[in-house]
């Protein structure tokens, strides 16, 4: 991730939103516009294949809907977020204004390593969406084959982790089947 100019204090959703169309995707991470540059393909191919997975266990159960970057995830005032898939619940659709971003923690995130985002990715970003309340986030890493499953505390503040059970995880927010990891990245790197 690249950042542009900074100015002397944090960023807001607006001002981010203000900036001229550059053809670039922004997050705001401690206050600071960061770039990331555009997927690779086993990227979008995990992508691809997570997303629909999701889609077909929240259509069938009529649970909510899934998202796919870019949408602005607006944590906080600065905290601005665009993860690679999302999940909302029926009940909080609300929060997607329909001019804008979501406003409040999505109940799923994933976010798919690459190696320009892997720092933000297992560090800041995972910190913020612990303390926003996301019930569960997903690290996906194509190069390492591996999958990670965060999931929130009884406190509410922090993730803790999901092992894997045989090569297989599953999700506490979503009814979905078990995810056989090898199969996920069957011939993708």
Known sequence: ???????????????????????????????????SPAPNRAHQ????????LLDRATREEELGRIYFAPVDVQLSPHPIVQPDILFIRWERLASYQPGGGVE???????????????????????????????????????????????????????????APEHGQLHSTVLPIPTIDIAALFAGIR
């Open 45 to 52: 191919e995990v992508q691809r294949r997570l997303g629909r």
């Open 104 to 162: 409040g923690a999505p109940d799923l995130v994933v976010e798919i390593v690459s190696p320009s985002s892997r720092l933000q990715d297992d560090g800041p970003k995972k910190a913020l969406y612990a303390r926003a309340g996301v019930r569960e986030s997903w690290l996906v890493d194509p190069a390492a084959g591996e999958v990670r499953v965060f999931v929130q505390n009884e406190r509410g503040d922090r993730f803790g982790e999901l």
């Open 1 to 35: 991730m690249t950042p542009p100019p900074t100015q002397t204090h944090p960023f807001t959703y607006d001002e981010l939103r203000k900036m001229p169309d550059d053809g670039q995707r922004y997050e705001l991470i401690a206050g600071q516009p960061l770039v």
